[in-house]
Antibody
Framework: QVQLVQSGAEVKKPGASVRVSCKASGYTFSSYSLCWIRQAPGGGLEWMGWITPYNGNTNYAQNLQGRVTLTTDTSTSTGYMELRGLRFDDTAIYYC??????????WGQGTLVTVSS | EIVLTQSPDTLSLSPGESATLSCRASQSLSSSFLAWYQQKPGQAPRLIIYGASSRVTGIPDRFSGSASGTDFTLTISRLEPEDFALYYCQQYGMSPRTFGRGTRVEIK
């Protein structure tokens, strides 16, 4: 069965960087885009971007351009989201999800990133 | 960017009643790329409808989706206790992909 398993919670100081991983299993990793979505405490869903593993093409939300980088390692079927210059309002649960033409059916369990001084 | 406006913010209903949730797109959007998600506290969102009206395998048939121009509707007939949750619409046809702000269906 399809599974996306994310790395554990992180606590970071303002200005630092964080990298969250998302290990996929149960499907051909290169055949689907990998998307990242975040959700601030008590807030809604914010789409961050996607990456196509087979060629590394990316597309980012404009408000995160320059601070976020999505990468994949096809040898381990793992995706990574790096966010730099962390601010207090980057505190959120970060999700990865498998993309495709039928919505985001499969999601990771979420990774809480807390930015605190 | 396509803005999705969901209404109402909150629906207060009793089990057994029907819920009608609205999602309006700020510009033309292919129905093929509109999805609805359900989210419960502490859980990741769950896809329930894609392509505006196609139900995901395993989702009860009391959930249905429809589209009319830039207006999309999720209908939940005969609410069950497990249906009380947050619901988000999302368009995944154009970048940036965008989500609505959500509608909370709560027990009256």
């Amino acid at each position: 069965q399809v599974q996306l398993v994310q790395s554990g919670a992180e606590v970071k100081k303002p200005g630092a960087s964080v990298r969250v991983s998302c290990k996929a299993s149960g499907y051909t990793f290169s055949s689907y885009s990998l998307c990242w979505i975040r959700q601030a405490p008590g807030g809604g869903l914010e789409w961050m971007g996607w990456i196509t593993p087979y060629n590394g093409n990316t597309n980012y939300a404009q408000n995160l351009q320059g601070r976020v980088t999505l990468t994949t390692d096809t040898s381990t079927s793992t995706g990574y989201m790096e966010l730099r210059g962390l601010r207090f309002d980057d505190t959120a649960i970060y999700y990865c999800a498998r993309g495709g033409g039928s919505g985001y059916r499969y999601w990771g369990q979420g990774t809480l990133v807390t930015v605190s001084s | 960017e396509i803005v999705l406006t969901q209404s109402p913010d909150t629906l207060s209903l009793s089990p057994g009643e029907s819920a009608t949730l609205s999602c309006r797109a700020s510009q033309s959007l292919s129905s093929s790329f509109l999805a609805w998600y359900q989210q419960k506290p502490g859980q990741a969102p769950r896809l329930i409808i894609y392509g505006a009206s196609s139900r995901v395998t395993g989702i009860p048939d009391r959930f249905s989706g429809s589209a009319s121009g830039t207006d999309f509707t999720l209908t939940i007939s005969r609410l069950e206790p497990e249906d009380f949750a947050l619901y988000y619409c999302q368009q995944y046809g154009m970048s940036p992909r965008t989500f609505g702000r959500g509608t909370r269906v709560e027990i009256k």
